[in-house]
Nanobody
Framework: QVQVVESGGGLVQAGGSLRLSCAASGSIFSINAMGWDRQAPGKQRELVAR???????NMADSVKGRFTISRDNAKNTVYLQMNSLKPEDTGVYYC???????????????WGQGTQVTVSS
């Protein structure tokens, strides 16, 4: 059994900051990439940021220079530091982890339940 659990969402004023955390736990052999997607009301889910096992990061153009993704491999945790938040950053943020449950397993993408981020103007 694998669990992916996010924390750190909330309500913040425009220009403020939030830090999201996401931990993967359970039967895990190895984790490759981890990342964050978000879904705004009435819109499709979109990639926000992704970080590979060698710490190379891919950020959406809309968040470059404002958001930073990092990970702690010892804790199977990924973080999303969000600064200079804008109302258009509002949405549900979903964490995901590409992992293997054992040495012979295929790599699968596991998702968290999501955490709400609301940025008021």
């Amino acid at each position: 059994q694998v669990q992916v659990v996010e924390s750190g969402g909330g309500l913040v004023q425009a220009g403020g900051s939030l830090r999201l955390s996401c931990a993967a736990s359970g039967s895990i052999f190895s984790i490759n990439a981890m990342g964050w997607d978000r879904q705004a009301p009435g819109k499709q889910r979109e990639l926000v940021a992704r970080i590979s096992s060698d710490d190379s990061a891919n950020m959406a153009d809309s968040v470059k220079g404002r958001f930073t993704i990092s990970r702690d491999n010892a804790k199977n945790t990924v973080y999303l530091q969000m600064n200079s938040l804008k109302p258009e950053d509002t949405g549900v943020y979903y964490c995901n982890a590409d992992l293997k449950r054992n040495e012979r397993d295929y790599t699968g993408r596991y998702w968290g339940q999501g955490t709400q981020v609301t940025v008021s103007s």
